[in-house]
């Protein structure tokens, strides 16, 4: 089955700074890969997520690129700020049923 | 447009016992699933259901159940509960046919003593 491994487990960055955060997925067949952001208390909010036919996508200070061949993708965050602090998770998907497994998490802390 | 609604917000039960969660999906959602939020094990997934069918399940023993009606609202049973049984449920609806784009509710924490 899937296997994501994310890295680092916590980062700690100043505001304004950037932040980045990687994952890599065992299954060749994974096609989907979404990220999602939890706040303290909330479930897992999805911010952004990027398909198999796409190399990278932006959104405002959230950007994704993946690298099918090496089977790794990153979160890409520009501009920190507090209100980023969360803990972020990625995710693959080869789209069938429901067989998404994520990381283990990536606790971002945006110091001001 | 209402998200996912879980209840209940927090559950305090003893070891043998049973509990019943319950999840209302975003309108018009057909797919819901469940998965098990820990610190250990991060989060791992339960079950899926759509249009009243269970189309995938986890590795979770049988103790762990669910099941989902014909309004798409769902219900996730757990029996004979054990201490580990201890975490977040969170659970998930989406719009499409086939996993993607899943929209979390935030979860019942369950506590078991």
């Known amino acids: 089955g899937e296997n994501v491994e994310q890295h680092p487990s916590t980062l700690s960055v100043q505001e304004g700074d950037s932040a980045v955060i990687k994952c890599t997925y065992s299954d060749s067949a994974s096609n989907y890969f979404p990220w999602y952001k939890q706040e303290l208390g909330k479930g897992p909010q999805l911010i952004i997520d990027i398909r198999s036919n796409v190399g990278e996508k932006k959104d405002q200070r959230i950007a994704v690129t993946l690298n099918k061949t090496a089977k790794h993708f990153s979160l890409h965050i520009t501009e920190t700020q507090p209100e980023d602090s969360a803990v972020y998770f990625c995710?693959?998907?080869?789209?069938?049923?429901?067989?998404?497994?994520f990381g283990a998490g990536t606790r971002l802390t945006v110091k001001p | 447009k209402a998200g996912v609604t879980q209840t209940p917000r927090y559950l305090i039960k003893t070891r043998g016992q049973q509990v019943t969660l319950s999840c209302s999906p975003i309108?018009?959602?057909?797919?819901v699933s469940w998965y098990q939020q820990t610190p250990g094990q991060g989060l791992q997934f339960l079950f899926e259901y759509f249009s009243e069918t269970q189309r995938n399940k986890g590795n979770f023993p049988g103790r762990f159940s669910g099941r989902q009606f014909s309004n798409s609202r769902s219900e996730m049973n757990v029996s004979t509960l054990e201490l580990g049984d201890s975490a977040l449920y969170l659970c998930?609806?989406?719009?499409?046919?086939?996993?993607?784009?899943?929209?979390f509710g935030s979860g019942t924490q369950l506590s078991v003593l």
């Open positions: 995710a693959a998907s080869t789209g069938y049923f429901n067989d998404m497994r």
């Open positions: 309108s018009g959602h057909r797919s």
């Open positions: 998930a609806s989406s719009s499409a046919s086939r996993n993607e784009k899943l929209f």
